[in-house]
């Protein structure tokens, strides 16, 4: 962890009553900054916060948008809940996935591209719509929309 | 008669997130007025009276969760649920994104009737746009004093946090939220204690939805009588519908409460494609699906439950007649069971065999005996957990069976008469 994030911790747990409550705050510095959360840094973030680093993983594991794993410069998560998929998303899945050679979850191996499943975004009127480094698109009717 | 939006009435104005342009429509004014001509036991006291009741999904009646806050706690919180997740729902990022700050206002007025000096906005972590614009108009209400430790240079002190969660649906339950906030796994608590006793950081909570809280400077400005005079007494206001699927154009439109089902489809252009109603879930992802003989039902808390479906936040999913129930629930269900959080047996083990049963009903490979269990394993679930999930989870197959019961068979039968949704690997 660079002495940047860990002051920028140090600044975010003196928001809240408690240490703890900076760990989500902490983690998306990490996830934000580096692209994903390495066991290294984890644990790096739970001994600042004063937590065990087994505790801040049962934390960081619970949610879908903190990575463990490396991801691609660029993250496209295409929503396939109920609306999206009745609107032509797992159409839209495959054609991206041809784009890039991979497979939903998978980074191409430039690791440009990270392609995932993502459940519901609250964008049922933009169906069928996905997340671009977590931006907003849809309706998306080509998947070359998604790399303009 | 046009109907005037009250919540929503500012989408198109030209940079409608600036504070500039909020005050000068009106915004902050009943603040303004509460703070310097009304007791917060007043603004408490219209707020009751107005009816208002949760928009979340429970309809809980706002003024009364406001007043089992004790006086005298020294310390208390609001947190403000915009986690928005359901499948169907999207009214609070549409609302956040036209008008954030008419939830600040909300929250601040909130704040000042119940006495809290911290807030915290817990928005879901994918919507980075809305947190960003909640973040600004945050620190624009600063600016202006509307925000900090004397507002409007009277004694009264609060501070709004945007809180981002990171994807996980049962952070919108409202005891998940607080475990969110609070740096631990957001697994539901056992209750009681409720919230309002013990909530975040051990200290009393109100917990309110975007809309709801955005329905309170309206209520303060105009009036508990105006309020009441928009739809159903028993629960009156506007409401945010909205709505998606197969309809025309899908969208958020802001009706009274209590409007009619078939009158929210046509506002949204009908169903698309000059094809006939299949079936509609009324209320997201967690409410039982309607038939086309039932949609002039009118949409609210009430009329609903007396036939057996809910409002929940107002998401309604429009399918055309090409969908197959079961291919919904299939993914309904697929939804459920990701997004349960563990803690319950009932629900943990519950919503992976509802999912697994209605994979082999979809694919046509289910024995007699899969319906009898598909029942028996849902009505396991409902009633059994510390959350809503598992109701939540438990419904739609039990509703659906009852309600469609032809589609079920033709799948037993092993001969779907519908579309298939593009299975594409």
């Known amino acids: ?148 | 008669m046009t109907y005037e939006p009250v919540l929503l009435r500012r989408v198109g104005l030209e940079r409608a997130q600036d504070i500039d342009v909020y005050e000068r429509s009106g915004g902050y004014a009943a603040l303004r007025r509460a703070v310097t001509d009304l007791t917060a036991e007043a603004v408490m006291a219209e707020v009751i009276a107005s009816n208002l009741r949760g928009r979340g999904g429970a309809g809980f009646p706002t003024g009364r969760k406001w007043s089992f806050i004790p006086k005298d706690a020294p310390q208390k919180y609001l947190a403000v649920n915009a986690d928005e997740s359901e499948p169907g729902t999207f009214n609070n990022r549409v609302l956040i994104d036209a008008d954030p700050h008419l939830l600040i206002e909300g929250i601040l007025l909130c704040c000042y009737a119940v006495g809290i000096a911290h807030a915290y906005i817990y928005i879901r972590g994918e919507n980075v746009p809305g947190a960003r614009a909640l973040e600004r108009a945050v620190a624009q209400a600063r600016a202006r004093g509307y925000v900090g430790p004397r507002i409007l240079g009277r004694d009264f002190a609060c501070e709004i946090h945007v809180f981002r969660g990171a994807g996980a649906y049962i952070c919108g339950e409202e005891t998940a939220l607080l475990e969110s906030i609070e740096g631990r796994r957001p697994q539901p608590r056992s209750r009681p204690p409720f919230p309002a006793v013990v909530g975040l950081f051990g200290k009393p909570t109100v917990i309110n939805n975007v809309e709801t809280l955005a329905c309170v400077p309206d209520i303060v400005d105009r009036g508990a009588a105006w309020f009441k005079g928009i739809g159903p007494e028993a629960a009156p206001g506007p409401k945010l519908y909205c709505l998606s699927g197969h309809v025309a154009a899908p969208g958020v439109y802001e009706r009274p409460m209590g409007t009619s089902l078939r009158e929210l489809i046509d506002a949204a252009g009908g169903v698309a494609g000059e094809r006939a109603l299949g079936f509609v879930i009324p209320g997201a992802a967690a409410s039982t699906a309607l038939r086309p003989d039932e949609i002039d039902v009118a949409m609210d808390f009430d009329s609903l439950r007396k036939i057996g479906t809910e409002l929940g936040a107002g998401g309604i999913m429009v399918m055309d007649e090409t969908v197959c129930i079961v291919d919904a629930l299939e993914r309904l269900a697929r939804f459920f069971r990701h997004e349960s959080c563990g803690k319950c047996v009932p629900c943990r083990e519950g919503t992976v065999w509802q999912h697994e049963i209605l994979k082999r009903i979809q694919a046509g490979r289910a024995g007699a005996t899969d319906l009898p269990l598909l029942r028996t394993v849902s009505e396991q679930i409902g009633g059994k957990t510390l959350c809503a999930l598992g109701d939540f989870a438990a419904s739609p197959p039990l509703g659906a069976m009852r309600k469609f019961p032809e589609e079920f068979d033709q799948h037993l039968r092993g001969s779907c008469s519908k579309r298939q949704v593009d299975a594409v690997a």
């Open chain 1, 1 to 148: 962890m660079t002495s940047e994030t860990a002051t920028k911790i140090d600044e975010l747990a003196a928001r809240y009553p408690t240490r703890r409550a900076a760990l989500l705050p902490a983690l998306w510095a990490v996830q934000e900054g580096e692209g994903w959360i390495s066991k290294a840094d984890l644990a790096a973030v739970a001994d600042r916060l004063g937590l065990a680093a087994a505790d801040a993983e049962g934390v960081a594991s619970f949610y879908f948008l903190f990575s463990r794993v490396p991801l691609g410069h660029t993250v496209i998560d295409v929503c396939d809940s109920l609306i999206c998929q009745q609107n032509g998303a797992e159409r839209l899945l495959h054609d991206v996935c041809a784009r890039l050679g991979i497979r939903p979850g998978e980074t191409t191996a430039d690791g440009r591209y990270t392609v995932r499943r993502q459940e519901c975004i609250a964008a049922c009127h933009q169906a069928p719509a996905a997340q671009v480094d977590l931006e907003y698109r849809g309706p998306i009717t080509d998947a070359a929309q998604l790399f303009a």
